[in-house]
């Protein structure tokens, strides 16, 4: 469905002078440099899929929803989408894909929600039918009713969210590009959207690129990930294997009856210690968790254990370290 190749972007910046002299020369004469946003990113997406495009700050992420969604044209590389190249073919193209920016909205500021839905569908000409059976689909699962009469700046981020992500789909795209759709969102409000756009994958079968800081949004979504740093493309694969293949500790809470010294268990490291509870780390590559269960019933009277795995968190922070991104 999406086929991207050796793209690569960069942009001209103009230098920022300081000081009353350098300003005026600035007047006549402009440094530029340039920022290497993408270099030779290349991947591929089947319909259906939920993938979770990641990285750090200035990665090179909104750069590349950009080009995909025809905004911006690439320097070099080829991008063919349902067949389009969306910088060529941007009229037809719209129409196949829906697009949310967290940080902008597609809604009119000053105007009721409904009449931006309703410019909307003049824009992309929807059907009077599609567009009525799409509004109440969209305005009952996302629990718009109450909304609609209002105009956006009188929403809150979350509210406005929804309305934005409802309006993205009006026309029944086959790809969601969503740029940081939960962003600043309350904790509600997150898994509200994070339904929402599960169901319509699901229901019905549109394809989702989704970046986003949040890892608990590729959590629950996103079986693939795509990490980028520096405009380069590190890892493209399953999120279980990344959890695998990086998120090798493993951290044991072990409560037992009161013992007065601390204690040492080969191959692991210890993170807090009381009388009745210890919290140990584990890495699996060095050491079996049975053998450390084992090496901690032989030191203390055990109660309770419970094993948890190192948070994604931790292991895109580990992966941004390895990577020195
Ligand atoms: N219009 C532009 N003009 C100049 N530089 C730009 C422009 N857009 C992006 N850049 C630069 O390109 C790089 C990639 O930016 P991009 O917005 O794609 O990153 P991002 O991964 O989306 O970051 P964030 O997580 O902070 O939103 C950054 O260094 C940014 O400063």
């Known amino acids: 469905m999406i086929t991207i190749e050796g793209l690569s972007k960069s942009f001209k910046v103009a230098k920022r002078t300081t000081g009353l002299r350098q300003s005026v020369k600035a007047l006549f004469y402009r440094e530029h440099f340039i920022v290497e946003a993408l270099k030779d990113i290349s991947f591929s997406i089947e319909p259906g899929e939920i993938v979770g495009y990641i990285g750090p700050n200035g990665a ?10 025809g905004i911006l044209v690439p320097d070099r590389g080829t991008c063919s989408i349902m067949g389009y190249t969306p910088w060529k073919d941007r ?28 410019l909307l569908r003049d824009i992309y000409k929807i059907p009077q039918k599609e567009y009525k059976d799409n509004i109440n689909l969209l305005v009952e699962t996302l629990d718009l009713q109450s909304l609609i009469n209002s105009p956006v700046r009188q929403l809150s981020l979350g509210q406005r969210m929804r309305c934005e992500i409802a309006a993205s789909l009006l026309h029944s795209p086959k790809i ?24 319509i994958n699901k229901e019905k079968g549109v394809t989702v690129i989704l970046t986003t800081h949040d890892m608990n949004d590729i959590e629950a979504l996103a079986d693939r990930v795509i990490l980028i740093g520096k405009g380069s493309l590190l890892y493209d694969g399953k999120l279980n294997e990344l959890r695998s293949r990086f998120g090798t500790l493993k ?24 009388p009745e509870r210890a919290i ?4 699996t590559e060095k050491v079996m968790i049975s053998e450390v269960v084992s090496q901690l019933s032989s030191k203390v009277e055990l109660l309770d254990v419970s094993i948890e795995a190192q948070p994604i968190e931790d292991i895109i ?5 390895e990577y020195e991104i």
């Open 317 to 321: 922070v580990q992966l941004y370290k």
């Open 251 to 274: 951290t044991i809470t072990a409560d037992y009856r009161e013992t007065v010294n601390s204690f040492e268990i080969h191959g692991t490291s210890l993170l807090s210690w009381s």
């Open 91 to 118: 009229v037809s193209y719209v129409q196949n894909i829906g697009v949310v920016f967290g940080q902008r909205s597609q809604l009119w500021w000053d105007v009721p929600v409904m009449d931006s839905f309703e």
């Open 176 to 199: 969601l590009f969503l740029d940081e759709p939960t962003i600043g969102l309350d904790a509600v409000s997150k898994i509200a959207v994070r339904q929402f756009i599960k169901t």
């Open 60 to 69: 090179g992420k909104s750069t590349t929803i950009k080009l995909m969604s």
């Open 280 to 283: 140990i780390s584990v890495d």
